[in-house]
């Protein structure tokens, strides 16, 4: 298979978040956001809650390197770009006055991406809420989901005439669970009360944000991400059938069906009988949103251990293939299978236009030597992977694009900087950037300039 034969209007991309690369945390106005906050936090131990002990705070200094970042998608031969803008960058504090310098540096990268013929991808949210927010209740106040809202109009308003393709979301699965119900992400919440309230509220964000980029932005091209994954029940019958029918309504159905139009799954699984409490009347209607795609986000299967509450709750596993299966370098298994079994769940719905992979890759140990990052399990990954995509598209699901995951190692949230996903090594000590093999290979399928 080549890359190309998927066909000229088959969008090939990579993808990075800002707090996961830019750095540069106060520059030019910027305000504090909840990573920002959550990475700084010490325990009584003197402990941080990233894994390493690092922060954000320089990543891969992408917020002064941005030039030298496109140009290299530009060699590796990608027709796009996928990047989240800072929220706390545009509006310090979440809300109010508009910093206008911050609008000024996406602005800049967004006329680097056209001047290189790389088409910018724009994610408006990418976890990194203004901590200003946080301090009213973040995604536990429904007010947060207003903000957003007028977020996304300051936005549509600013680059509109030069961003044609838009994102509301960046997996809110672990916004909501990661964040507000496990404690292992920003905010760190551990709670039901903040997991319910957040899962409907950012349902409610992507409802209400869709329709004020329409109505600024009528002729964009909108979308939103969700993580997906095939879970599998573990034990025996009825009860292995229980587990994932439960984990299905919780990990996926619970955040795509909402903004389709159907409401909430809950007759599937008890425990999202909570997310009532904060629901109003006319929600359903409002969390519904007008979107040309949906972005698949797929990396691994989450597995839903049986426990002895039927339908309240199962416990989301990575990994746990069993027999031997491959995993990555953080353990979870690889299964490339499990993304076409969530391309054509998605398509099943028959209500998304079109599909878009917008995240899609593995972590490996990468080694630095002789200038060379020889990383030959990443290129069998991704043939995998995209041999899915080209399955699906050949049985005339309309999936029209994939962007992997990341065009550099980077700053990975709470396992900070050891995990190396990327196509392009960072030596996080001179910032120096050198392609692995995985970049050349994608350079030489996509027709890049890029050659070792």
């Not at 002729?219 to 587990?243: E, K, V």
């Not at 990954?381 to 080209?390: C, G, K, L, P, S």
Request: net charge negative.
């Amino acid at each position: 298979m080549r890359l190309r034969d998927l066909g000229d209007d088959f969008t090939w991309g990579v993808a990075t978040a800002a707090y996961q690369i830019e750095g540069s945390p106060d520059a030019d106005g910027k305000g504090p956001s909840i990573w920002d906050t959550f990475t700084h936090k010490k325990d009584w131990r003197g402990k941080t809650p990233v894994q390493d002990g690092t922060t954000g705070d320089v990543a891969t200094d992408s917020y002064r390197r941005y030039p030298q970042d496109i140009a290299l998608i530009a060699d590796l031969g990608f027709d796009a770009y996928r990047f989240s803008v800072a929220w706390s960058r545009i509006q310090p504090t979440g809300s109010g006055k508009v910093n206008q310098a911050g609008l000024d540096y996406y602005r800049r990268l967004v006329d680097t991406c056209l001047e290189a013929g790389v088409e910018p991808w724009l994610t408006l949210f990418h976890w990194d809420l203004p901590q200003g927010l946080q301090d009213t209740g973040g995604w536990t106040n429904r007010e947060t989901a207003h903000r957003f809202a007028d977020y996304t109009q300051i936005m549509a308003e600013a680059l509109g005439d030069v961003v044609q393709h838009w994102m509301l979301f960046n997996e809110p699965l672990n916004i909501v669970i990661s964040g507000h119900l496990v404690g292992a992400f920003a905010p760190g919440k551990r709670s039901f009360p903040a997991y319910f309230a957040s899962l409907h509220h950012v349902n409610l964000a992507t409802g209400w944000g869709s329709r004020a980029l329409r109505a600024t932005l009528p002729d964009a091209d909108i979308g939103t991400t969700q993580y997906l994954t095939p879970p599998i029940g573990s034990g025996f019958g009825p009860l292995a059938d229980l587990a994932a029918r439960s984990a299905d309504a919780v990990l996926n159905r619970a955040f795509v069906e909402p903004i389709i139009g159907m409401g909430y799954p809950w007759e599937e699984a008890g425990i999202l009988k909570g997310v009532k409490a904060y629901m109003r009347d006319g929600d359903v209607e409002e969390m519904t949103a007008d979107l040309d795609f949906l972005g698949i986000q797929y990396y691994t299967r989450l597995r839903a251990p049986f426990l002895p509450i039927p339908g309240l709750w199962t416990v989301p596993q990575f990994g746990g293939g069993g027999g031997g299966a491959e995993t990555t370098s953080l353990g979870w298994e690889i299964m490339p299978e499990g993304l076409g079994m969530v391309i054509d769940a998605m398509n099943a719905y028959g209500k998304f236009p079109r599909l878009v992979v917008t995240e899609g890759g593995a972590s490996f140990d990468d080694v630095l030597a002789d200038g060379r990052v020889h990383d030959p399990r990443r290129i069998a990954y991704y043939e995998d992977h995209i041999a899915q995509v080209a399955d699906a598209r050949a049985r005339g699901v309309p999936v029209d694009g994939y962007f992997a995951w990341s065009l550099l190692d980077n700053f990975e949230w709470a396992l900070g900087l050891v995990p190396r996903f990327g196509l392009v090594y960072t030596d996080y000590a001179t910032q120096e950037r050198i392609i692995k093999d995985s970049g050349y290979w994608f350079a030489e399928q996509l027709g890049g300039t890029a050659r070792p």
